[in-house]
């Protein structure tokens, strides 16, 4: 399993306990989704390596308490701390021309309702606060934040992103 081929689930936290349980957490919108997670992969110096998961138990703000198989001590547990955890892509649902998962959408080229092409998506910030998609175009930078109305359509096959941002907004940070 190549990283390409995958999307990077959360990354092991911290040790929950001294028999190689830890803490997972879910970097992802909804952890509930994974509750049911009976194996994935551990990037260890590069390699997606495989793990089983003998226990899982959902906790709050996004971690999970997980035993796997073959980490059975605090030293065990010690050599995957801090490690990336990926799932395949395949895993993921497909979704409508309205929705997208935010790693799916970098390199896409953004297109503004009135705007017209802005430019490509470098990447989606995903803070709770005020979530944003980051366009470059040239050497500038434009943030659009997630506000509802904002995502027009998501057409994968001519990797474009069409929005509504708000009025102004595009042309303030490109001085025009």
Do not use: W
């Not at 649902?93 to 799916?104: A, G, I, N, S």
């Not at 998506?121 to 709770?128: A, F, G, K, L, T």
């Not at 474009?160 to 001085?175: D, F, N």
């Amino acid at each position: 399993m190549q990283h390409t081929d995958c999307f990077q689930l959360g990354y092991i936290a911290k040790l929950h306990g001294y028999k190689g349980e830890v803490s997972l957490f879910l970097d992802v919108t909804n952890p509930e989704d994974y509750r049911t997670l009976d194996a994935f992969f551990i990037d260890i110096n590069g390699q997606l390596t495989p793990f089983f998961v003998q226990s899982f138990q959902l906790k709050n703000k996004g971690f999970a308490a997980v035993k796997l198989e073959g980490v059975d001590s605090e030293n065990d547990a010690k050599v995957i701390l801090r490690k990336s955890c990926y799932l395949p892509l395949s895993v993921l649902p497909e979704l409508d021309d309205m929705h997208f998962y935010d790693h799916e959408i970098i390199g896409f080229q953004l297109v503004d309702k009135s705007y017209g092409e802005v430019g490509i998506i470098e990447q989606v910030m995903d803070n709770n606060v005020n979530p944003l998609i980051q366009v470059m175009k040239d050497e500038k930078e434009v943030l659009i934040p997630f506000v509802p109305g904002l995502i027009q359509k998501v057409d994968r096959p001519a990797k474009t992103l069409h929005v509504a941002a708000p009025e102004g907004l595009i042309e303030m940070y490109l001085g025009e």
